[in-house]
T-cell receptor, first 114, second 115 residues
Framework: DTGVSQNPRHKITKRGQNVTFRCDPISEHNRLYWYRQTLGQGPEFLTY????????KSRLLSDRFSAERPKGSFSTLEIQRTEQGDSAMYLC????????????FGEGSRLTVL | GENVEQHPSTLSVQEGDSAVIKCTYS??????FPWYKQELGKRPQLIID?????GEKKDQRIAVTLNKTAKHFSLHITETQPEDSAVYFC??????????????FGKGITLSVRP
């Protein structure tokens, strides 16, 4: 499968714990995005990378959230000191830097904070 | 920042009828407007998009129209089929460099096609 891959697919954690999600984009894509989706809502933008550079971060991304893409390939999203309000589906997407604007989404990582 | 709104939140149509889903946006600088379909438990997937230099685009049974003056765009699905049942998200972005900076999504509309 050459699509966007995310893991883990599901994570259940206790409040206050740290969690990390990984995203492997489509290999030729140099843009990588993180979105968060809660039930009944559209995806909310969190951050995006062009290669290894983090170009924009949403104000939704508090200082408990950090994302990296150290070699311009895979990316990690870490949430420290999780809160119940962090429970959501975390979606990763990638796109090529071409005229096409299509985002290719992964299956998502579902986080449940107890 | 950009604000994208979709109304209503649900739409039910009879199989074979047409469905029209509308979206409004707030940022007059937005110039790229895609529509994504998300089936239950699946990832969002692009079904059609339009840029601000055209007013309409068609792809088989689906079409998108854009009214820049009124800042709204619509998705049209003809001859609806049960497999069209899904959540449809509209989105908008300022597409400066030929690729998206970021997309702002609406809340989605749940389309149900009755057999």
């Amino acid at each position: 499968d050459t699509g966007v891959s995310q893991n883990p697919r599901h994570k259940i954690t206790k409040r206050g714990q740290n969690v990390t999600f990984r995203c492997d984009p489509i290999s030729e894509h140099n843009r990588l995005y993180w979105y968060r989706q809660t039930l009944g809502q559209g995806p909310e933008f969190l951050t995006y990378f062009q290669n290894e550079a983090q170009l924009e971060k949403s104000r939704l991304l508090s200082d408990r959230f950090s994302a990296e893409r150290p070699k311009g390939s895979f990316s990690t999203l870490e949430i420290q000191r999780t809160e119940q309000g962090d429970s959501a589906m975390y979606l990763c997407a990638s796109s090529p830097s071409t005229v096409s604007g299509e985002l290719f989404f992964g299956e998502g990582s579902r986080l449940t904070v107890l | 920042g950009e604000n994208v709104e979709q109304h209503p939140s649900t739409l039910s149509v009879q199989e074979g009828d047409s469905a029209v889903i509308k979206c409004t946006y707030s940022d007059s600088a937005s110039n790229y407007f895609p529509w994504y379909k998300q089936e239950l438990g699946k990832r969002p997937q692009l079904i059609i998009d339009i840029r601000s230099n055209v007013g309409e685009k068609k792809d088989q049974r689906i079409a998108v129209t854009l009214n820049k003056t009124a800042k709204h765009f619509s998705l049209h699905i003809t001859e609806t089929q049960p497999e069209d049942s899904a959540v449809y998200f509209c989105a908008a972005s300022r597409d400066r460099t030929g690729a998206n900076s970021k997309l702002t999504f609406g809340k989605g509309i749940t389309l149900s096609v009755r057999p």
